[in-house]
């Protein structure tokens, strides 16, 4: 069930969902996060459910395993039990009960067996290696400032769904354009919230995303949330509408396993630099957090 983006309550479960990914380490209480929605605890639950369609520790709880996995196999040489406590669990104990009845194997087994790193754009299946990445134009190492950012947020299936990302694209312009929020300085971003081959398709998460300067009223389905100021790891790539996936297959499991640098808990996205396409190919640069 994806989220229904026009329901009155999305603004608030918006903001609870971005509190609880950024926080994934820390406990996450029901008071705690009625308060950021500002409902009373007793409806906040029910309206969460209702809106996403998940019930808001299954969601919890599903952020934080399916982060494990992707730090499991990003970063091989951090112990399970750091990445256990990383993503929120109390002890070893309850991570690998959890993790076991989720994946059917310890998270040393996922590690050892899962032979492809995997993320928010590859494709669902094992393929030909061969034919999953494409070479940068370039790759440099840039530290960016904290970014304030407006976004439209999609709720579902999106893989190789171009007119998707075109409305959304178009729908956050539009927003922007009609309060004069563009200028020659924005910039435009798509963060990928979950892991997409260990997430069901229906609860897959993407924002469409604007840069802003200085503070602006949103309400609905247009949020705000802050890139953190962070080193980042990134890839210049063109690319055809079946080709993202090869670009983000590159940086996870060529580049960054050999960059001698660790991935960090910051969001990954894209960042698309004004430059025209060229030859039905368009410039799109990978971001990958470092440290």
């Known amino acids: 069930m994806a989220i229904n983006r026009d329901h009155p309550y ?3 479960i918006n ?19 009625a308060q950021i ?13 209702f809106v996403t369609g998940e019930n808001l520790y299954a969601f919890i709880k599903r952020l934080r395993l399916e982060k494990a996995t992707y730090m499991l196999l990003a970063d091989k040489k951090r112990s399970v039990i750091d990445i256990a406590m990383s993503v ?5 104990a309850s991570f690998a009960k959890a993790f076991k009845a989720k994946y059917g194997m310890s998270g040393s087994n996922y590690r050892k067996t899962i032979g492809v790193l995997r993320d928010k754009r590859f494709v669902g299946e094992q393929l030909d290696q061969t034919n999953m990445s494409i070479e ?12 304030q950012l407006i976004y439209t947020r999609y709720t ?31 910039r435009w971003f798509v963060i990928y919230h979950d892991f997409g081959n260990e997430t069901d398709e229906s609860f897959l998460r993407l924002s469409v995303c604007m840069s802003i300067e200085g503070n602006v009223a949103v309400s609905g389905d247009i949020g705000t949330l802050t890139l953190s100021e962070g080193l980042y790891g990134v890839g210049s790539f063109r690319v055809d509408q079946s080709e993202y996936n090869k670009a983000w297959y590159y940086m ?9 640098y660790r991935p960090d808990d910051r969001f990954s996205l894209e960042h698309y630099p004004p430059v025209a396409i060229q030859d039905d190919k368009r410039l799109v640069e990978i971001y990958i957090p470092i440290e």
């Not at 609870?16 to 820390?26: A, C, G, K, P, R």
């Not at 060529?254 to 960059?259: G, I, M, V």
């Open 10 to 12: 999305v603004e608030q």
């Open 15 to 33: 903001n609870v969902q971005d509190y609880i990914e950024t926080h994934l380490d820390m406990p996450l209480t029901i008071k705690e996060l």
């Open 37 to 49: 929605a500002n409902f009373s605890e007793y409806h906040f639950q029910r309206i969460f459910a």
């Open 88 to 92: 929120g669990f109390s002890s070893q």
């Open 136 to 147: 940068p134009e370039k790759i440099d190492i840039r530290r960016e400032q904290a970014i």
């Open 156 to 186: 579902g299936p999106y893989k190789g769904d171009g007119q998707l990302f075109s409305e959304l694209f178009t729908k956050l312009y539009q927003w922007a354009d009609e309060r004069h929020l563009i200028s020659e300085n924005t």
């Open 252 to 260: 996870y499991a060529k580049w960054l396993p050999n960059s001698g």
